[in-house]
């Protein structure tokens, strides 16, 4: 399962073979914290995420995406 696609500028909640889940920087194999439910690993990936300036993917038990956060890559002015 590739989950680092896209390098360092995103961190990723994926599922651990072993079981939980761990929240992983993009391009990196070593996961930065290991959670018992996914619930646990999202919020810290968001914390993370967060402080890094980051894109946090989240990431079903298949590998697939389920759904995304950016933090701070918005552009500001948006007509709407």
Known sequence: MNTQSRGPETHHVVPNPDGGWDVRRGGTERATGHFDTK??????????????????RIHNRDGKIRGSDSHGHDPRNIKG
């Open 39 to 56: 619930r646990d690993a999202i919020t810290r990936g968001r914390e993370v995420s967060n402080n890094q300036g980051t894109e946090l």
